[in-house]
């Protein structure tokens, strides 16, 4: 199984550019996750989907968007790349909400100068 | 909005000491799980605490849940290389479909 599967793995961007950060499970996971972490610090809740055609918003959804068309997808896309978007982003996916483990990607470092 | 505290933030350990990480949170959690980020990776589930006052142990590792499970606890005995990594616990509320993250424990181990 090759689980949740995240790319690119390293992104520049410049300001004001936009790109869609993509994630794909084989798990046939409902529920999937977009999670951000600066530098030194946790992980923040961006977007989450528990289920095709459903997403809502997590903590810092500000500057991004989310669709999810099918149960394996759940892409990320950042419509005006800003310096504060520089950071890790996860994307992570689990069966069932609450008492199911996450499985996370690689991740893609994003640097936006 | 929930928020979930871990310290301390940074722990530096001689090999074969012990030490603990505490996690608490603003409110009530129906369950809490512990994950570990080597450097430069990503998070791993270690494990998941699901009872008031439960205590669950992988080897080294002995996990607590708070009796109000507000709280949680993670002591590795015996520290090695091999336990450099970030910790993070992560919460839920009941019936919730967001897992919120401490702020995480980052464990160097000094030979």
């Known amino acids: 199984n090759a689980g949740v599967t995240q790319t690119p793995k390293f992104r520049i961007l410049k300001i004001g550019q936009s790109m869609t950060l993509q994630c794909t499970q084989d798990?046939?996971?409902?529920?999937m996750y977009w999670y951000r972490q600066d530098p030194g610090m946790g992980l923040k809740l961006i977007y989450y989907?528990?289920?095709?055609?459903?997403?809502d918003k997590g903590e810092v959804p500000n500057g991004y968007n989310v669709s999810r068309s099918t149960t394996e997808d759940f892409p990320l896309r950042l419509e005006l790349a800003a310096p504060s978007q520089t950071s890790v982003y996860f994307c992570?996916?689990?069966?069932?909400?609450?008492?199911?483990?996450?499985?996370f990607g690689s991740g893609t470092q994003l640097s936006v100068l | 909005g929930q928020q979930v505290m871990q310290i301390p933030q940074y722990q530096h350990v001689q090999e074969g000491e012990d030490f603990t990480t505490y996690c608490n949170s603003s409110?009530?959690?129906?369950?809490i799980q512990w994950y570990k980020q080597r450097p430069g990776g990503h998070p791993v589930f270690l494990i998941q605490?699901?009872?008031?006052?439960e205590v669950k142990k992988q080897k080294r590792l002995t996990f607590q849940f708070g009796e109000a499970k507000k709280n949680s606890s993670l002591h590795i005995t015996a520290t090695q290389t091999t336990d450099v990594g970030t910790y993070f616990c992560?919460?839920?509320?009941?019936?919730?479909?967001?897992?919120?993250f401490g702020g995480g424990t980052r464990v160097l181990v000094k030979p």
């Open positions: 989907s528990v289920g095709a055609g459903i997403t």
């Open positions: 605490l699901v009872k008031s006052g």
């Open positions: 992560a919460g839920s509320r009941a019936a919730g479909n967001k897992l919120t």
């Open positions: 409110t009530t959690l129906s369950n």
């Open positions: 992570a996916s689990r069966r069932e909400s609450s008492s199911e483990k996450l499985f």
């Open positions: 798990m046939n996971h409902n529920y």
